[in-house]
């Protein structure tokens, strides 16, 4: 049985109690957190529980064109006030370069096609982090008594 197929099985079952039905689409502490898709980053690692915060995800917790449109959604929508975003040590894109990842792909053969600095790996958190806040803040409309902080973290 494939990963996918044991997922689906898992989802079988909680269908049947959907124990978090309760919950809303609306975090219960108005936060939403951008931050990297590595497997080590959870909810529990934040000291969150289920129904908290909006977690985004992307390689590298950076701020793109996507990201910030689930963060508008999670805002004006949802009701979101703050907004964290959270980089952090030992990033598996940290361990590359554009370049690199650019031959790896190549050399199997793959025709794909994307702008320059898609992946945008950066051996600088805070830095990024900083970056990443001004551009959520530039949200238009952004609430001026909402919050956007950044944080490295592990």
Aim: aromatic share 4%.
């Amino acid at each position: 049985m494939s990963v996918i197929d044991e997922v689906l099985q898992a989802n079988e079952i909680y269908s049947r109690t959907h124990e978090l039905r309760r919950l809303t689409p609306r975090p219960e502490r108005k936060l939403a957190v951008l931050t990297c898709m590595d497997t080590r980053l959870s909810i529990r690692t934040l000291g969150l529980k289920t129904g908290d915060a909006h977690i985004i995800r992307n390689a590298g917790g950076i701020v793109t064109e996507d990201s910030l449109r689930s963060l508008v959604v999670s805002h004006y929508l949802l009701g979101t006030e703050e907004i964290m975003v959270i980089n952090h040590t030992d990033c598996g894109l940290m361990q590359t370069t554009e370049q690199d990842l650019r031959n790896r792909i190549q050399n199997r053969r793959e025709r794909l096609r994307w702008r320059r600095h898609f992946f945008m790996p950066s051996r600088i958190l805070t830095k990024m982090c900083g970056i990443n806040c001004r551009s959520c803040t530039r949200i238009r409309g952004y609430r001026r008594r909402s919050r956007c902080a950044g944080s490295s973290m592990m």
